[in-house]
Nanobody, 125 residues
Framework: VQLQASGGGLVQAGDSLRLSCAAS????????MGWFRQAPGKEREFVAA????????NYADSVKGRFTISRDNAKNTVYLQMNSLKPEDTAVYYC???????????????????WGQGTLVTVSS
C-alpha cells in the first residue's frame, strides 16, 4: 500500500483547505483511514478517522465542527476538508491506513501501518 497526500499550502486564518490522500492497493476500500498531524517540536497527534464504509467517523476535540473527513472508495482516496483554519492548525498532515480489522483504536498511532509522506499546512494569523 502506498499513500500520497496532497493539498497543503499557506493560507490565512479563517480560510479553508482540502487535503487528499490517494492510495494504491486493493485493501483501501476495506480499511479504516486516518489523518494525523505533527506541529514543529510536538508529537504526532490524531486528527480524524473514517471507517471503511464511511459510515463512522471521529475527530479530535480541537478540530471537531471545523474539519470533515470523507472517502471515495471508487477513487481510492480519502479527504480532509478543513474550514475555519487557525494558526494552531499549522502542521504537517499525514494520512494513514489502519491495520485493525474493525473500527477500533482509530486515534492510536500504533493502529496504523502505512503512512503517507505528509503535506504541510501553514496558517498565518
Amino acid at each position: 500500500v502506498q499513500l500520497q497526500a496532497s493539498g497543503g499550502g499557506l493560507v490565512q486564518a479563517g480560510d479553508s483547505l482540502r487535503l487528499s490522500c490517494a492510495a494504491s492497493g486493493r485493501t483501501f476500500s476495506s480499511s479504516t483511514m486516518g489523518w494525523f498531524r505533527q506541529a514543529p517540536g510536538k508529537e504526532r497527534e490524531f486528527v480524524a478517522a473514517i471507517s471503511w464504509s464511511g459510515g463512522s467517523s471521529n475527530y479530535a476535540d480541537s478540530v471537531k465542527g471545523r474539519f470533515t473527513i470523507s472517502r471515495d472508495n471508487a477513487k481510492n482516496t480519502v479527504y480532509l476538508q478543513m474550514n475555519s483554519l487557525k494558526p494552531e492548525d499549522t502542521a504537517v498532515y499525514y494520512c494513514a491506513r489502519s491495520r485493525r480489522m474493525y473500527y477500533l483504536d482509530y486515534d492510536d498511532l500504533r493502529s496504523y501501518d502505512y503512512w503517507g509522506q505528509g503535506t504541510l499546512v501553514t496558517v498565518s494569523s
